[in-house]
């Protein structure tokens, strides 16, 4: 069986590395974000049996999903959170728990039939939370390559949609330094931390003071 794991971010790779080592029976060749221009190409190269499309972040086009099986990995409750910085948009939200969901491609964004999902904890740092994932996405991912599992179909009905977070989303208001509760802050600061654009505070003079590292005081 042949694997084509296309995406960019650390996480992702981290899954995908962990893959071809623990399941060295099937083939696995990357492509990574800097290729994405050529990429229908080398998957007509490739002619692989499958295609993930973990951390990936731009719309795959039609005549990939239909040719080829699409997985994608989504780090939330689909059909919640369907579309950009599902992260970000459920911790600012101040949601608890969240879920790793792995679907199939289809026409609609994040809408396809589910694999796999399960619970994992938004609590902590961004890098607790995307080991929370590694180990979901791949525990994940060989149940699916190992088993043969039925996708289940989401219910469009309840579905939510949430735009993707931007750089100037970073910015820590005074209007949110007065009104907001703590808990909204701290949120926002965690969601931004690398390699997300950093959280910033604008200055008088028209600098930003970004915000690498905090703590909470007792």
Not at 28 to 37: G, V
Not at 148 to 166: E, F, V
Request: one cysteine or more; hydrophobic letters at 35%.
């Amino acid at each position: 069986m042949k694997i084509l794991c296309v995406g960019y971010r650390n996480w992702s790779k981290s899954i995908y590395y962990t893959l071809q080592n623990d399941l060295n029976k099937r083939k696995f060749k990357f492509f990574f974000h800097f290729e994405k221009k050529s990429l229908y190409k080398k998957i007509l190269k490739t002619k692989p049996n499958l295609i993930l499309f973990y951390g990936w972040s731009w719309i795959i086009k039609k005549k990939i999903y239909q040719k080829y099986k699409c997985l994608m990995l989504h780090p939330s409750p689909l059909p919640k959170y369907r579309g950009g910085s599902p992260i970000q948009n459920q911790i600012i939200r101040n949601k608890k728990n969240s879920m790793v969901s792995i679907f199939q491609i289809n026409n609609i964004i994040d809408g396809g039939g589910i694999y796999f999902q399960k619970r994992f904890s938004l609590e902590g740092t961004l890098d607790e939370i995307f080991s929370r994932i590694i180990k979901l996405g791949i525990e994940g991912t060989k149940k699916i390559l190992n088993k043969k599992i039925l996708p289940k179909r989401q219910n469009h009905k309840i579905a939510t949609y949430y735009s993707r977070i931007k750089i100037k989303d970073s910015e820590i208001t005074l209007q949110e330094l007065k009104f907001k509760l703590p808990a909204y802050i701290y949120n926002k600061l965690r969601m931004l931390q690398d390699p997300y654009p950093n959280p910033f505070i604008r200055l008088r003079n028209g600098k930003k003071l970004h915000i690498k590292k905090f703590y909470i005081s007792k």
